[in-house]
C-alpha cells in the first residue's frame, strides 16, 4: 500500500517562497513508470495540477505556473519537494501530493492534504 504524505509551513508569507516536502512509503519514487505530481485547491475552487517529477527524474510544469515552481526530489529519502516562489493570497490552497500511473488520467493514490495560508 502507497502512502504519501505531505508536510511544510501552514503560513507563509507573501513574497516568500512556500515549500513542501512529500514522504512517500510503501514504493519507492524511482519506480518505473511513475510520475509523482503536486496538485492544489483553492478555497471554493476546483483542483488545480502545478506540475510533476518522474521516476527518471524529469519535472513537468503547469504553463501557468512554471516560472514559479520548481518541484525536486531526495531519493535516499523517498521524498519529494514543491517550491513555490513570490507567493501572494492566491496561493492560499489545501496542497496535495499524488502518484500517477504512466498513461493513466487519474492519480492512483493522494495525500491527505495540507492547508497553506499566504498571508502577513
Known amino acids: 500500500q502507497v502512502q504519501l504524505q505531505e508536510s511544510g509551513p501552514g503560513l507563509v508569507k507573501p513574497s516568500q517562497t512556500l515549500s513542501l516536502t512529500c514522504t512517500v512509503s510503501?514504493?519507492?519514487?524511482?519506480?518505473?513508470?511513475?510520475?509523482w505530481s503536486w496538485i492544489r485547491q483553492p478555497p471554493g475552487k476546483g483542483l488545480e495540477w502545478m506540475g510533476a517529477?518522474?521516476?527518471?527524474?524529469?519535472?513537468y510544469y503547469s504553463p501557468s505556473l512554471k516560472s514559479r515552481t520548481s518541484i525536486s526530489r531526495d531519493t535516499s529519502k523517498n521524498q519529494f519537494t514543491l517550491q513555490l516562489s513570490s507567493v501572494t493570497p492566491e496561493d492560499t490552497a489545501v496542497y496535495y501530493c499524488?502518484?500517477?500511473?504512466?498513461?493513466?488520467?487519474?492519480?492512483?493514490?493522494w495525500g491527505q492534504g495540507t492547508q497553506v495560508t499566504v498571508s502577513s
Open positions: 510503501g514504493g519507492s519514487i524511482t519506480t518505473n513508470y511513475y510520475y
Open positions: 499524488a502518484r500517477d500511473p504512466l498513461n493513466s488520467l487519474e492519480s492512483d493514490y
Open positions: 517529477i518522474a521516476y527518471s527524474g524529469s519535472t
